[in-house]
C-alpha cells in the first residue's frame, strides 16, 4: 500500500540522522522534522554563540522548506526546544528577523537534552495551500 504522504529530502540541508525523512508532505501540509545547529557540509554542529546555532536552525529548515516548495512564510507552526530557556529571546529576536507578521503559532519547550549536545531545535509545520 502506498504511503498517504511524501518524503522530501534536499542536500541544502543535514542529512537525517536516524531512521526518519526531513520533512514529509501530505496535501497542502508539510512537516518538517526537528532541525537542530549542524552545518549540511559537515554534519558537525555550528561553532559560535546560540545566536550562531539558531541562525543555523532557522538556514536548515529554510532549506527543507524551499525543497518542499515552500518557504519560511508558509510555516504556520513552530515547535522550539532549549536546553536553556534564558535563550527564548534570542529565539524571538531571530524569529523577527525571519518572519514577518502574522507571525506562526509557536511552543517553546525546555528539554534536559538535544541530539549531539545541541542547545536549540525547532520543529515546523507548512501550509502550501494560498
Known sequence: MPRPFEPIHTDAAPAAIGPYSQAVKCGDLVFLSGQIPLDPATGTLVSGDIDAQISQVFDN?????VAA???LAHIVKLSVFLIDLAHFGRVNA???ARF???YPARAAIGVAAL???ASVEVEAILNLAG
Not at 529548515?61 to 522548506?65: D, F, I, S, T
Open 69 to 71: 516548495g515552500g518557504s
Open 100 to 102: 514577518k507578521a502574522p
Open 61 to 65: 529548515l529554510e532549506a527543507v522548506a
Open 94 to 96: 531571530a524569529m523577527e
Open 115 to 117: 541530539p549531539k549536545g
